[in-house]
């Protein structure tokens, strides 16, 4: 086929394992897949952690990370095997006819050079073109990515932009080199959804315009359909199912691929306002030490006792730094904090042991929320003997209960952080929170670093627990999705502000105003012509303007 750019045919990678006390073993993470993928055609590879995304992505430059070793089958790519190639060959391949898109473009880019060194810097290494002709092409494809002021834009450093335009500049300097294959390594992950929306569209208008071929790496089920012709679904290392965009969104054939269409549908109907307010924050104004702007103003909400408050908003809306707040972590300027009936100290080091104990908080990444060298059984029982002086026997006898009520049983009071799961450890977090009894937690992005799966079963969880114990959470994210499955009430807060406020029913139906209306048309559907449905009508709304 003289389109065929990469042809990988029963692939397989290993890794070697070194578990505490046991010989070093070799296991297998990705087993007899195989692919094809043609000029100006897109390859969505989609799986939970763990599937083997990223590693089989990055086998087409025949590259393993990590120690990672590719051991079995062929990689094709042009039709030239490049598996067995050797160093010298494998340089003059990267960067030119193969290039990669990371999911951090902050941590990938340099911060002491400027944008266009480094965007034009793999043209210049393989004498691709001139300098010149280099940055000609950048200043075309800085434009047709949607970046400001394209002429004057490379010549800014990667802190001086945002997120979503140092993700859209990473992707120039993917296609400075005009590549056979490029590789997007979960491209929007870490992106708000009104910003993704812009990151998304701009990929796939490049991906059009300069008939590449491209691999589109991601968990996100909803996102790849927008922008993939095919898709191929794994699962530990594994090939479950391989189709076209539409057969596997509306007619998929294996359970797994079907739970994955089917995630995040929770029915969680709004409770009406009766309990009692278990949190009232009363016109807070604050700001950061140090600077001369407020970072929340004016905000008001509350909370009522086993309910939940959804506060939503893009990064540097205020979501965290309310949390901060009513935390005690950052005093407030102005304004009041009553919870439970009681007027809350503004520090936190001014406040009782009760109130630290009723109001606990479940942080985003669980991975760095425990110590290492700390079991399980240590972690949970930690607030167990602080606020109640539990020890010995009892002690053990409550964080066994608590795992139970966790659904995590029995075995896992011995094990370490580094033997559990993502979700694992975001339950074992949820477990040290509830052994204080709190009577409010804050959950700041708890299912935001998490596969759909896992965090479909993380919010269940926390709804089950929420009946039986009562407990109300004020819920931060950026996924609207998560806020339609948790939420009794919902903030939505833009530039330290509450721009829309009351319940579910109420928020989430129409009028809105201009940014709630932009927040809900961003959350991506999974069906086929979204993007491009929200791209015309976004463009329309700004002619008419």
């Known amino acids: 086929?003289?389109?065929?750019?990469?042809?990988?045919?029963?692939?397989?990678?290993?890794?070697?394992?070194?578990?505490?006390?046991?010989?070093?073993?070799?296991?297998?993470?990705?087993?007899?897949?195989?692919?094809t993928?043609?000029?100006?055609?897109?390859?969505?590879?989609?799986?939970?952690?763990?599937?083997?995304?990223?590693?089989?992505?990055?086998?087409?430059?025949s590259y393993g990370r990590g120690g990672v070793r590719l051991t079995g089958g062929e990689v094709r790519l042009g039709g030239q095997e490049i598996r067995a190639a050797g160093p010298r060959a494998l340089r003059a391949i990267r960067g030119d006819r193969v290039t990669y898109v990371a999911q951090s473009a902050a941590a990938a880019f340099n911060p002491a050079k400027r944008l266009m060194d480094q965007v034009?810097?793999?043209?210049?290494?393989?004498?691709?073109?001139?300098?010149?002709?280099?940055?000609?092409?950048?200043?075309?494809?800085?434009?047709?990515?949607?970046?400001?002021?394209?002429?004057?834009?490379?010549?800014?450093?990667?802190?001086?932009?945002?997120?979503?335009?140092?993700?859209?500049?990473?992707?120039?300097?993917?296609?400075?080199?005009?590549?056979?294959?490029?590789?997007?390594?979960?491209?929007?992950?870490?992106?708000?959804?009104?910003?993704?929306?812009?990151?998304?569209?701009?990929?796939?208008?490049?991906?059009?315009?300069?008939?590449?071929?491209?691999?589109?790496?991601?968990?996100?089920?909803?996102?790849?359909?927008?922008?993939?012709?095919?898709?191929?679904?794994?699962?530990?290392?594994?090939?479950?199912?391989?189709?076209?965009?539409?057969?596997?969104?509306?007619?998929?054939?294996?359970a797994y691929t079907k739970a994955l269409v089917s995630v995040r549908q929770i029915e969680h109907p709004a409770k009406p306002a009766t309990s009692p307010v278990v949190l009232s924050v009363d016109h807070v104004t604050a700001r950061y030490r140090g600077t001369h702007f407020d970072v929340l103003k004016d905000v008001t909400v509350e909370l009522r006792q086993g309910q939940t408050?959804?506060?939503?908003?893009?990064?540097?809306?205020?979501?965290?730094?309310?949390?901060?707040?009513?935390?005690?972590?950052?005093?407030?300027?102005?304004?009041?904090?009553?919870?439970?009936?009681?007027?809350?100290?503004?520090?936190?080091?001014?406040?009782?042991?009760?109130?630290?104990?009723?109001?606990?908080?479940?942080?985003?990444m669980a991975d760095v929320a425990m110590n290492p060298r700390h079991t399980v059984g240590t972690i949970i029982g930690r607030p167990l003997e602080f606020y109640f002086g539990l020890k010995g026997e009892g002690k053990r006898r409550r964080v066994q209960e608590l795992l139970d009520e966790i659904e995590m049983g029995k075995g896992f009071i011995d094990r370490y952080p580094a033997e559990l799961s993502g979700g694992q450890k975001q339950r074992v977090c949820i477990a040290r929170a509830l052994a204080a009894k709190p009577k409010l937690i804050i959950c700041d992005e708890v299912t935001s670093a998490l596969d759909p799966l896992v965090a479909d079963g993380i919010l269940k969880l926390l709804l089950?627990?929420?009946?039986?114990?009562?407990?109300?959470?004020?819920f931060i994210t950026h996924d609207l999705a998560t806020v339609k499955a948790i939420a009794d009430s919902i903030a939505v807060m833009y530039r330290g502000e509450v721009v829309r406020y009351g319940t579910k029913t109420e928020v989430l139906a129409p009028p809105f105003d201009d940014y709630t209306d932009l927040l809900l048309s961003s959350v991506p559907e999974m069906r086929l012509g979204w993007l491009e449905e929200v791209i015309a009508h976004r463009r329309m709304e700004a002619a008419g303007n």
């Open 464 to 474: 089950n627990l929420q009946k039986v114990e009562g407990v109300a959470y004020l």
């Open 1 to 35: 086929m003289a389109d065929l750019i990469l042809d990988i045919r029963n692939l397989k990678i290993e890794a070697t394992a070194y578990p505490p006390g046991e010989p070093p073993q070799d296991i297998v993470i990705v087993d007899g897949v195989s692919l």
């Open 37 to 61: 993928l043609e000029k100006g055609k897109v390859l969505g590879l989609i799986g939970e952690s763990g599937a083997g995304k990223s590693t089989i992505g990055l086998s087409a430059m």
């Open 309 to 364: 408050l959804a506060v939503v908003g893009e990064s540097g809306s205020g979501k965290s730094t309310l949390a901060r707040v009513i935390t005690g972590l950052l005093p407030p300027r102005s304004g009041r904090i009553r919870f439970d009936g009681r007027d809350l100290t503004p520090a936190f080091a001014n406040r009782t042991r009760d109130d630290l104990r009723e109001l606990q908080m479940i942080y985003q």
């Open 120 to 254: 034009i810097e793999t043209s210049l290494q393989h004498g691709l073109s001139t300098r010149a002709e280099a940055e000609k092409r950048a200043v075309m494809l800085f434009a047709k990515l949607g970046l400001p002021n394209p002429e004057s834009f490379g010549n800014r450093y990667p802190h001086q932009v945002s997120g979503g335009q140092l993700q859209r500049a990473m992707t120039a300097m993917a296609l400075c080199p005009k590549p056979d294959l490029v590789i997007f390594d979960e491209p929007t992950t870490a992106l708000d959804v009104t910003t993704q929306i812009d990151v998304l569209a701009a990929i796939k208008e490049a991906i059009r315009d300069t008939g590449v071929a491209a691999l589109y790496i991601t968990h996100d089920l909803a996102v790849v359909a927008q922008v993939s012709d095919d898709i191929l679904v794994l699962r530990h290392g594994k090939m479950v199912e391989k189709g076209s965009a539409d057969q596997i969104i509306n007619a998929p054939r294996e």
